[in-house]
């Protein structure tokens, strides 16, 4: 299993659309991503800067998986008009969507 974290952001003014749409997330994209192997995800937000974690069995077959899949497709391109990328850019679907990892420095568990 793979612990994934990345980084993005959300427009001003839209944190709480963001919120909103993550709190009726389609149930078919929730499918999806079950069967390309995610596991776990959460979603933190500090002002407008996101931070993602999820543990999934393998990242890169899962955003191969996840780029082929229409639900996907349509939810990033759904989510692309009140988000943008860390450094503040326009959230581009196709380059955004499934950043590399941070590096991970530090794991511990009890």
């Known amino acids: 299993m793979e ?12 944190e709480d659309e963001y919120k909103k749409r993550h709190d009726n997330l389609w149930p078919e994209l929730s499918d999806e991503m ?3 192997g995610f596991r776990k995800m959460s979603i933190f937000r ?9 543990e999934v069995e393998d990242y890169a077959e899962s955003v191969r998986i996840l780029e ?7 939810w990033e391109e759904y ?6 990328n ?6 581009d679907p196709q ?3 499934f950043p590399d990892g941070l590096p ?4 511990w568990e009890g």
Do not use: N, T
Not at 46 to 54: N, P
Not at 86 to 91: K, L
């Open 3 to 14: 612990r994934i974290a990345f980084l993005l952001g959300v427009k001003k003014g839209y």
């Open 34 to 36: 079950s069967k390309a």
């Open 46 to 54: 500090f002002g407008q800067k996101l931070f993602l974690y999820a």
């Open 68 to 74: 082929k899949s229409p639900a996907s497709i349509r």
């Open 79 to 84: 989510m692309a008009p009140i988000m943008e």
């Open 86 to 91: 860390f450094e503040g850019d326009d959230y």
């Open 95 to 97: 380059e955004d969507a």
């Open 104 to 107: 991970e420095v530090f794991y």
